[in-house]
């Protein structure tokens, strides 16, 4: 069997397509969900791999839901920090539910999640822990306030925790994926996303499995070196605007 990886929000969307790339690199793969049991249920019985329901934001919940995978699979090696959502809206129109849920799902979950492992990743020597942020956590972008903050967020707190551990074998490293073909983007009114996809070099939305390649990388030994590190995948959008 191989390593131990989880994966959050990892049944549909960029998720689903991490754990179907580390599983094809043979780890020994558990994904999350929140509450979309068919979906769930429909990739387990799809790929073999096993699913689990909690809510990332809720810290005994992850607490007993790590505890779960781990009797089921073993300690968690590889974590990936994938489930998020966003609730849009200008600011001055926000109300505080759409800010706090963004808050808790994207950025609490960085603590809610890692902190259950991060101590047997430090006893055993090795660990790899994979956040996925935004291009907009990056750049900001209209509408997101909420999401663009959280996302920031888990940048600052990928470099943090890859300085704490680099000498523990265990790397830190953050996606930012831009506009991703899933149910997030297809959320985004069409016209929109025509606008978004014009800004784009590439003249495309990325497919979820371009980022479930990536992180099938810096989930392997041989991303060792590389800790700490933003990697922007957006189809040259960032640089473009
Ligand atoms: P999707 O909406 O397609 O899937 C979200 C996944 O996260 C689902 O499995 C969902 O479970 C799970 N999830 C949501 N909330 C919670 C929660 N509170 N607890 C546990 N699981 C939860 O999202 P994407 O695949 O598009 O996005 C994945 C990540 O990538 C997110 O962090 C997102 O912010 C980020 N991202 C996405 C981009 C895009 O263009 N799509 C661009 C940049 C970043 P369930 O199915 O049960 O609802």
């Not at 707190?157 to 297809?186: H, Q, S, W």
């Not at 070099?201 to 991303?223: F, M």
Request: proline fraction near 2%; glycine fraction near 14%; charge should be negative.
């Amino acid at each position: 069997m191989g390593r131990v990886a989880l994966v959050t929000g990892g049944t549909r969307g960029i998720g689903a397509a991490i754990a179907i790339a580390l599983k094809g690199s043979g780890y020994t793969v558990a994904s999350t969900f929140a509450g979309n049991v068919e979906k769930a249920h429909a990739f387990r019985d799809e790929t073999g791999i096993a699913v689990f329901q909690w809510d990332v934001g809720d810290a005994a919940a992850c607490a007993a839901g790590i505890a779960e995978v781990e009797a089921a699979v073993g300690p968690v090696e590889i974590l990936v920090n994938n489930a998020g959502i966003t609730r849009d809206g200008w600011f001055h129109k926000m109300d505080y539910d759409a800010w706090s849920a963004v808050l808790r799902t994207n950025l609490d979950s960085m603590f809610t999640m890692t902190r259950p492992v991060i101590e047997g990743m430090r006893d055993r020597g090795f660990g790899r822990i994979i956040n996925i942020s935004s291009i907009n956590g990056q750049k900001g972008q209209l509408g997101q306030v909420n999401y663009s903050a959280a996302k920031a967020g888990v940048i600052g707190f990928t470099k943090a925790l890859a300085l704490e551990n680099a000498r523990k074998g265990i790397t830190v490293n953050c996606i930012c994926p831009g506009y991703i073909d899933t149910d997030m983007v297809a959320g985004v009114p069409e016209k929109v996303l025509e606008g978004i996809i014009a800004q784009i070099p590439v003249g495309r939305l990325g497919n979820a499995d371009e980022i479930g390649a990536v992180v099938g990388y810096l989930a392997s030994d041989q991303s060792a070196f590389m800790t700490g590190a933003v990697l922007t995948i957006n189809g040259g959008q960032y640089i473009a605007n």
